[in-house]
């Protein structure tokens, strides 16, 4: 996301923290759109408004699982509603259990919320399907081969598994390995698994636990790629 927006002059980004207070997030947003974010909540969200309206923005919000069925309703009436922008929002699975809550006794409804909702993309449930997950061994090589070193097959192969793998960091993971890899030269020319797993060992990475061990667990159950391709 934070790539996108760099890419895309039509784009901000704003990173969220669980401190932050609704008058602090929009002024976040009035802060990357350039104009003044201080005073009153409704006066920021008016000078948002007034910014936003027929101009083709694009607003996300990343580390949004802490808002609040209150915070969603004021951002989708002022960034999605009253300046008619795209809000994209970013979180873990509290972010989904807020915006698929039911309306019952006791909830604050988020109907107008939902009635407005493109779709919903749970990277979790992408990165375990069995046609090859949410990255490929392209996208892989992609990220990780740089400065002249190249994974091998089964290194891709360990890569991918970490990614599939819940609650282990992901691709924050993978960039911490192959970072540590780069800096301690110990890689040569070539990363394959095996340097892979001494690495999470040697790093004790706290997410050690819920990955593989092994070289023959961390390439295992991995579908051939044309396989994959051909259904």
Do not use: W
Not at 81 to 101: D, W
Not at 167 to 191: K, V
């Amino acid at each position: 996301m934070r790539a996108y927006a760099e890419a895309n002059r039509n784009t901000i980004y704003i990173e969220l923290d669980d401190a932050m207070t609704t008058t602090q997030v929009f002024a976040d947003i009035a802060d990357a759109l350039h104009i003044d974010p201080s005073g009153r909540l409704s006066s920021i969200t008016r000078r948002i408004i007034e910014n936003l309206q027929n101009r083709n923005m694009i607003v996300m919000l990343d580390e949004a699982s802490s808002l609040t069925v209150k915070q969603l309703n004021q951002l989708r009436q002022v960034i999605a509603v009253k300046s008619r922008c795209p809000l994209i929002l970013a979180g873990n699975q509290g972010l989904i259990r807020t915006v698929m809550q039911p309306t019952t006794h006791g909830h604050e409804s988020l109907d107008q919320f939902t009635s407005r909702l493109m779709a919903i993309l749970n990277l979790d449930e992408m990165a375990t399907r069995k046609d090859g997950g949410l990255y490929t061994a392209k996208d892989i090589q992609q990220l990780y081969e740089y400065g002249g070193v190249r994974l091998t097959t089964d290194g891709v192969k360990a890569l991918r598994k970490i990614c599939k793998t819940r609650r282990s960091g992901r691709l924050r993971t993978c960039s911490h390995i192959i970072s540590a890899l780069h800096t301690a030269r110990a890689a040569g020319r070539q990363i394959d698994a095996q340097k892979i797993i001494q690495t999470i060992v040697q790093l004790d990475l706290p997410v050690r636990v819920r990955l593989p061990f092994t070289v023959a667990e961390a390439v295992a159950e991995e579908p051939d790629e044309a396989a994959a391709a051909a259904g």
